[in-house]
Structure formats: C-alpha cells, structure tokens
C-alpha cells in the first residue's frame, strides 16, 4: 500500500522561507511524477509545482516561478519544495501526490497517492 508523507509545514512571515518534504513508501517511487497541489480555504486544490520522472523536467505555477524549486532524491524516495520569499497568498495546506506517468500532469483523478498535507501559514 503506497503512502506519502509530508512535513515542513508551519507559520512564518513574509518574506520568509520554508522547506517542505514528501517521504514516499510502499511502491516504486522512481516511476511516479510527484506533484505538490495546495488548497487554501474556499479555493480549488491547484498544482503547484511537479518534478517528472522521464527527463527531470519540472513545472511550476506562474505564481510560484523564482521563488519555488521542486527537487526529489530518488535513493530516499523524497521530494522536497523549497519556498522563498513567502506571500501571504501563499496560506494554503500543502499535499503531495504521485501519478504512474512519466511526465507531469495536474488532473487530480490521475493520481494514485497522496499525502494528509502539511499547513503553511505567512502572516505577520
């Protein structure tokens, strides 16, 4: 049974930074697209930014490009997103999932796993 694991999640100001992880189990992690989404309050889930298995290729949210990176460590079955220069637009609960595709996708129904999702908070 697979399972994803996020932490990182937390409060911090604006401007500030944190480091989300995605732990991932119980199937093969390498041939999955990791995608992290966010929901905020009374928002549709949106795909944020997603790291793909067949060239590496990433893809980010125009509202996120130069101040997210996307990286994974296929050894530890791990994702990460670093966030820079947080907004307090960026207030939502943040999930990882993994699709079996080689390329990215943000159709929520083409994946398989996700995880329990992890708060971030940017306010003053």
């Known amino acids: 049974q697979g399972k994803l694991v996020e932490s990182g999640g937390g409060l911090v100001q604006p401007g500030g930074s944190l480091r989300l992880s995605c732990a991932a189990s119980g199937f093969t992690f390498y041939y999955y697209a990791i995608t992290w989404f966010r929901q905020a309050p009374g928002k549709e889930r949106e795909g944020v930014s997603c790291s793909s298995v067949l060239d590496g290729s990433k893809y980010y949210a125009d509202s996120v490009k130069g101040r997210f990176t996307i990286s994974r460590d296929n050894a530890k079955n791990t994702v990460f997103l670093q966030m820079n220069s947080l907004e307090p637009e960026d207030t939502a609960v943040y999930y990882c999932?993994?699709?079996?595709?080689?390329?990215?996708?943000?159709?929520?129904?083409?994946?398989?796993?996700w995880g329990q999702g992890t708060q971030v908070t940017v306010s003053s």
């Open positions: 999932a993994a699709a079996p595709y080689p390329d990215c996708t943000l159709v929520t129904d083409e994946y398989s796993y």
